[in-house]
């Protein structure tokens, strides 16, 4: 009985992290890109966010996205995601752009952030790749809210496919935003490892973009000391396929602390699957390492942690079961 209550529990609590917002307006911001604007049903106060908050989206498919929220955080009358309208992508972004109408109502999570400003910087470099601007974007209006000193460097392939023109044109007039575009000329062009080259004490540097961006801004600031570089994927990088050796090539035993079910992981199963298949729900949202929603701590075992948002600490005690996999023959999880 205790079992089914907690489950209970469990789907209360999921369903009271969501809630229903309409499409206020949909805009075009640039190329392939759109802003959509969500207001509470009832006119009232939408929940707080912070500066590098994301939400979920529930679209009409079943499919779950997570998009970063770019307006102010002080407001509290709307919320305001930019989708990139990818083709090559798992389709989550075609669905926003294809299925979504101004006056819809949609299912979305509260904001939650896993990349927030640090209290205590005293100058902040934010780094934009591409559509990586928006949880920038929101940072740069927070940094200017509370008077910190920042400058937010803003890549693009072209002036066409950069977003928030004329929203960022005060911040570009005044030296706070520079624009860096492929297509421009060599002068105009970021360099990373300039810019980064000497930490200086009291900055942080933020950065968010695809891929290739990513790995160039990790190798720049690579020098930086622990704790002043922060960052954000918008998109798991491409991992190479491995198959499962050594102790756990026949799978893991799962204990669950609460009850003491053992539930078998196997060899080409995730956690997340083999929890389902015994009746254990657990949220997922990206399954992909990115949002941490299916984040959970571990009392004994050793996992091989493939997310792409916990940090080392968090490691020592959490794992995704999206993605995590299993390095011991068992594993204690805190359920």
């Not at 999921?14 to 392939?32: P, S």
């Not at 939408?46 to 939400?55: V, Y």
């Amino acid at each position: 009985m205790d079992t089914v209550l907690e489950r209970e529990e469990a789907v209360e609590d999921i369903e009271a992290a969501t809630l229903d917002v309409r499409v206020k307006q949909i805009r075009y911001e640039g190329k392939g890109i759109n802003s959509y604007e969500l207001t509470s049903l009832n006119g009232k106060a939408l929940p707080r966010f912070e500066a590098g908050s994301h939400i979920d989206i529930h679209l009409k498919n079943g499919a779950i996205r997570q998009y970063s929220l770019c307006n102010p955080p002080a407001e509290r009358n709307r919320y305001v995601i930019a989708v990139l309208k990818d083709e090559n992508g798992r389709g989550g972004s075609r669905a926003v752009h294809e299925s979504i109408s101004a006056g819809d109502i949609v299912t979305i999570s509260k904001p939650r952030n896993h990349f927030e400003l640090a209290e205590d910087a005293k100058q902040v470099i934010l780094i934009a790749g591409g559509i990586g601007v928006t949880p920038l974007k929101a940072m740069a209006h927070e940094l200017e809210e509370r008077g910190v000193d920042f400058v937010m460097h803003y890549c693009a392939r072209s002036a066409e496919a950069a977003a928030f023109g004329p929203e960022l044109e005060r911040m570009q007039r005044t030296g706070q935003l520079r624009y860096h575009f492929d297509d421009g000329e060599g002068a105009n062009q970021l360099d990373l490892r300039a810019l980064l080259s000497k930490p200086t004490p009291g900055t942080h540097v933020y950065y968010c973009g695809p891929g290739g961006f990513m790995a160039a801004c990790a190798d720049a600031a690579s020098h930086w000391p622990k704790g002043t570089v922060h960052f954000e994927h918008f998109k798991a990088p491409e991992q190479p396929k491995r198959e499962p050796t050594g102790t756990v090539q026949d799978g893991c035993d799962v204990t669950i602390a609460s009850t003491g079910l053992v539930v078998h992981v196997g060899p080409n199963q995730n956690f997340s699957e083999a929890l389902s298949e015994a009746g254990i729900e657990v949220p997922t949202s990206c399954c992909a390492g990115l949002c941490a929603t299916c984040k959970v701590r571990y009392l004994e075992g050793e996992v091989e942690h493939n997310d792409f948002i916990l940090d080392d600490d968090d490691r020592k005690e959490f794992l995704t079961i999206c993605v995590s996999r299993p390095v011991s023959k068992t594993l204690v999880l805190d359920l």
